[in-house]
């Protein structure tokens, strides 16, 4: 499919009531792509997948666009809603120890590139602390300096490592065995074939 095609089935996937915070509408996005105003849509259609729950296939349609359109930002922030979506998210306030006091002497992306050990409270066959793995976005910020605080986005490696989190709970960050940072857990949504039976 080439780009208008892609935003066309994602803007199709999009209930005609829906607005923006601004009151944006869906006939506002069909007015863009009539327009080969591709790059306008594509934006617009991402605050339309923030503001609601659209399906996988609306971020995988935008996730293509954004790549045919060589909008490097764009298509990270897709691929990663799609991942979200297929794995979970949990939110956190997550603070880096500062340079001083930690391996990490330069800032992190914040465009998901990061896949950090989490302690998360789990234990190894043996009882020694067992690590998780989670891919780190972090929320409207394009970096975290060390020592930078800032809400992020977790998506785990194994979502069925953290069905026992909760929102409260501290966690710690690892890029070695040293603690990188601290996170207070704000949300946890994972999917519905992990969550534990209540």
């Known amino acids: 499919m080439d780009v208008p095609e892609l935003l066309e089935a994602a803007f199709l996937l999009v209930p005609e009531e829906t607005a923006t915070e601004n009151d944006i509408t869906v006939g506002d996005v069909w007015d863009y792509l009539v327009h080969d105003e591709w790059e306008i849509a594509l934006g617009l259609l991402e605050e339309f997948g923030e503001a609601h729950s659209p399906p996988l296939a609306f971020w995988e349609k935008l996730a293509e666009a954004a790549d045919q359109l060589q909008l490097e930002r764009s298509a990270a922030w897709c691929h990663w809603r799609c991942s979200e979506l297929r794995n979970g998210v949990i939110r956190a ?49 394009p970096i975290l300096e060390p020592g930078g605080r800032a809400t992020v986005r977790l998506v785990p490696l194994t979502p069925s490592h953290w069905t026992h989190v909760q929102p409260g709970q501290q966690i710690t960050m690892h890029e070695d065995r040293a603690v990188a940072g601290t996170a207070v857990i704000l949300e946890v949504c994972l999917p519905a074939t992990v969550m534990p039976a209540r």
């Open 93 to 141: 306030d997550l603070t880096l120890r500062p340079a001083a006091e930690a391996r990490r002497t330069t800032p992190i992306s914040g465009a998901g590139v990061l896949r950090p050990m989490w302690d998360i409270g789990l234990l190894s066959p043996t009882g020694g602390r067992a690590v998780s793995i989670a891919g780190l976005w972090v929320e409207n910020m």
